[in-house]
Nanobody, 124 residues
Framework: EVQLQASGGGLVQTGGSLRLSCAAS????????IAWFRQAPGKEREGVSC????????YVADSMKGRFTISSDNAKNTVYLQMNSLKPEDTAVYHC?????????????????WGHGTLVTVSS
C-alpha cells in the first residue's frame, strides 16, 4: 500500500520559516516525482513545487521562487519543502502527491497518490 505522510506544518509569524516533509512508502521512490500542492480556504488548489526523483530536477512556482526550496533524500524516501520568508497568503493546507516519472516532462501531469495535508498558518 502506498502511503504519503506529510508533516511539519504549524503556526508561524510573517517572515518565519517552516520545513515540510513528505515521507513515502510502498513505492519505488526513484520512479516517482513528488509534488507539493496547497489549498487555502475558499480558493482552488495550486501547485507549489515538484521534484523528479529519477534525475533530481525540480520546479518551484514563480510566486514562491526564492522563498521555497524543494529537496529529496532518496535514502529516506522523503521530500522536503523548505519555506522561508513566509507571508500570510501562504496560509493553506499543504498536500504532497506522487506521480510516475515520464521521460518528456520534469513533473508528470498525473498524480496517482496523495497524502493527507498539513496545515500552515502564517500570522501577520
Amino acid at each position: 500500500e502506498v502511503q504519503l505522510q506529510a508533516s511539519g506544518g504549524g503556526l508561524v509569524q510573517t517572515g518565519g520559516s517552516l520545513r515540510l516533509s513528505c515521507a513515502a512508502s510502498g513505492l519505488t521512490f526513484d520512479d516517482y516525482a513528488i509534488a507539493w500542492f496547497r489549498q487555502a480556504p475558499g480558493k482552488e488548489r495550486e501547485g507549489v513545487s515538484c521534484i523528479n526523483n529519477h534525475d533530481g530536477r525540480s520546479y518551484v512556482a514563480d510566486s514562491m521562487k526564492g522563498r521555497f526550496t524543494i529537496s529529496s533524500d532518496n535514502a529516506k524516501n522523503t521530500v522536503y519543502l523548505q519555506m522561508n520568508s513566509l507571508k500570510p497568503e501562504d496560509t493553506a493546507v499543504y498536500h504532497c502527491a506522487a506521480g510516475p516519472v515520464i521521460p518528456t516532462a520534469l513533473c508528470p501531469g498525473k498524480w496517482d497518490y496523495w497524502g493527507h495535508g498539513t496545515l500552515v498558518t502564517v500570522s501577520s
